[in-house]
């Protein structure tokens, strides 16, 4: 069985394991407070063009997730988030636990943009019984977002203008963001990500790391006492300096680009077969996710040689999919894929 349900499926890339052997036997302090992650550190303030930028470690998306908007959101407020954003779907009321609702926007794309922002703001202020309800506190967006699909730097800048004039901090999930800057087409940059945002993470998890997400925080105000928090919800790694040689290994030599690009790489050749066999894709997505409509009969054809996961129900006898390619991705996996995909019997939704 050939997995593409995720891009975590395989370990770590071997530059990581390699220097994780190699550093086995050094004695470090702990709690992210080593050689290794001060390095790290400078590496992504160098890549985010940041010098002034706090970078603090954790263990997971979810945690970074719930770290950074708790640490941000006063008790009486609320994160704003597309409903299809994965704190709103994928993390188990994670927010909610901490003490603070989703404040949900529709989305078709997955993206929120200025103008909603901006409405969701004004509904609440010019409500008179506004202090009854949940207070818009922060903008939560992904990129890519869960349909793959990615922002350009226009829509950034406006959506970043927007919550500035607000004064709602912007935090950016950056679980895939490798896969998003590597995608053809995009216009941004890690720079322009550290420019236009108050917080963001940048995923090791799901781009080569055995885990890790590094976050980065510009905006002053949040970077104090953020390690207070960190330790509150249990994230500060005694071992720290795990996550700190990770990200060290990433940020050497282009290697966090390099791979991105391959995982991409071997997904547009997924989403080619798929066009070239005439099936219509659910979203437009140049990232390592892709959403192909494929009728029941295909699903189990496909399902006997390959994992993948059932995004939603299309009509009585389709369903959208979702193939996920990884920094490991194998070409010739790929190859089999796309012949089994050549070989489809599917009709058109």
Known sequence: MIRF????????????LKRLLETNLEQTPGYGLDDHCETARELIRKACNAPQAEVQFLVGGTQANTVMIASTLRPHQGAVAAWTGHIAVHETGAIEASGHKVLTLPSENGKLTAAQVRTVYNEHWNDTAHEHMVQPGLVYISQPTENGTIYSKAELEELSAACRELGLPLL??????????????????????????????????????????????????????????????????????????????????GLYEQISRHAVEQALRIRRA????????????????QFPILSDDAVKALGGKYTFSIREKYDESHAVVRFCTSWATQSDQVDRLIEDIAALRQERP
């Open 5 to 16: 349900e995720c891009d975590y499926a395989e370990g770590a890339h071997e530059n990581i």
């Open 172 to 253: 950016l999930d950056g679980a895939r963001l490798g896969y998003g800057l590597a995608a053809p087409g995009s216009d941004l940059s890690l720079a322009d990500v550290a420019r236009l945002c108050d917080m963001f993470y940048i995923g090791g998890t799901k781009v080569g790391a055995l885990f890790g997400e590094a976050v980065v925080i510009m905006n002053k105000k949040l970077q104090k006492d953020f390690r207070y928090h960190i330790k509150q919800r249990g994230g500060m790694l005694a071992k720290g300096r795990l996550l700190g040689i990770q990200f060290e290994t990433l940020f050497t030599d």
């Open 274 to 289: 798929f066009s070239d066999k005439g099936i219509a894709l659910r979203y437009d997505s140049p990232t390592n996710q």
